[in-house]
Nanobody, 121 residues
Framework: QVNLVESGGGLVQAGGSLRLSCAAS????????MGWYRQAPGKPRDLVAI???????NYGDSAKGRFTISRDNVKNSVYLQMNSLKPEDTAVYYC???????????????WGQGTQVTVSS
C-alpha cells in the first residue's frame, strides 16, 4: 500500500557530501514522522535522524553537527544532507515513514529498500 523509494547514495571520498532523498507513494492519508536509519555489515540498524510532520528533529550521536534532515510534506518526501563524511559512515541507509493509509485508522511503519553509502579514506 505504501512504497518508499530512496535515492542519492553512492561512493564519496572522506570529507565529501551526499544528499539522500526518499519519496513515499501509495494510498496515503497522512505521514507522521519520517526518518533515516543505517546499518553497517555485522552491526544493528541505528537511528541517523528523524523529523516530525511539524519539523521537530532528532539526531543520532554520529549525525549531530554533520547531517541535516528535512522534509517536504506536499511531496511526502524526506531528505538527508550529509556533510564531512567519514569512512565509518559507510552503511546501507534506510528511509522509514510512519504512515496512515486509506481504510486503516492507525499508523504503521514502512521502510524503503535501502541505498548504499560508501565513504573512502
Amino acid at each position: 500500500q505504501v512504497n518508499l523509494v530512496e535515492s542519492g547514495g553512492g561512493l564519496v571520498q572522506a570529507g565529501g557530501s551526499l544528499r539522500l532523498s526518499c519519496a513515499a507513494s501509495g494510498s496515503i492519508v497522512n505521514i507522521n514522522s519520517m526518518g533515516w536509519y543505517r546499518q553497517a555489515p555485522g552491526k544493528p540498524r541505528d537511528l541517523v535522524a528523524i523529523i516530525s510532520r511539524g519539523g521537530t528533529t532528532n539526531y543520532g550521536d554520529s549525525a549531530k553537527g554533520r547531517f541535516t534532515i528535512s522534509r517536504d510534506n506536499v511531496k511526502n518526501s524526506v531528505y538527508l544532507q550529509m556533510n564531512s563524511l567519514k569512512p565509518e559512515d559507510t552503511a546501507v541507509y534506510y528511509c522509514k515513514a510512519e504512515v496512515r493509509v486509506i481504510l486503516e485508522p492507525f499508523y504503521r511503519d514502512y521502510w524503503g529498500q535501502g541505498t548504499q553509502v560508501t565513504v573512502s579514506s
